[in-house]
């Protein structure tokens, strides 16, 4: 069975860091064509964080969060994880992890086919 779990989220000061971790069960990610991280904030849309693609392992990121975050791929523990840094209050938000079959786009999450539950991320003093 498919699955992905998030994990790692939590309550970070302004300024602070959080790693968040999506792992993978039921497949590997290199049968996959992209895999996404993406948050939602209470009443705004979806939108995306970053993402990288199996084939080459190349990521790319939401305008909001360059330089500020990197995204990164553990083969051997079929995860993928995401390093924030610098947060701030507008990076509050639900994270999901996804991936995506090939024609899948990054920065068009509902192309997306397979979704974890999320895991929360709240920053605040």
């Known amino acids: 069975q498919l699955r992905l779990v998030e994990s790692g989220g939590g309550l970070v000061q302004p300024g602070g860091s959080l790693r968040l971790s999506c792992a993978a069960s039921?497949?590997?990610?290199?049968?996959?064509?992209?895999i996404g991280w993406y948050r939602q904030a209470p009443g705004k849309d979806r939108e995306v964080v970053s993402c990288?693609?199996?084939?080459?392992?190349?990521?790319d990121y939401g305008d909001s969060v360059r330089g500020r975050f990197t995204i990164s791929r553990d083969k051997a523990k079929n995860t993928v994880s995401l390093q924030m840094n610098s947060l701030d209050s507008d990076d509050t938000g639900t994270y999901y992890c996804?991936?995506?079959?090939?024609?899948?786009?990054?920065?068009?999450?509902?192309?997306?086919?397979?979704w974890g539950e999320g895991t929360l991320v709240t920053v605040s003093s």
């Open positions: 996804a991936v995506g079959a090939y024609g899948s786009r990054c920065r068009l999450w509902k192309s997306m086919d397979a």
């Open positions: 039921g497949f590997t990610l290199d049968e996959v064509w992209i």
């Open positions: 990288i693609t199996t084939r080459n392992d190349r990521p």
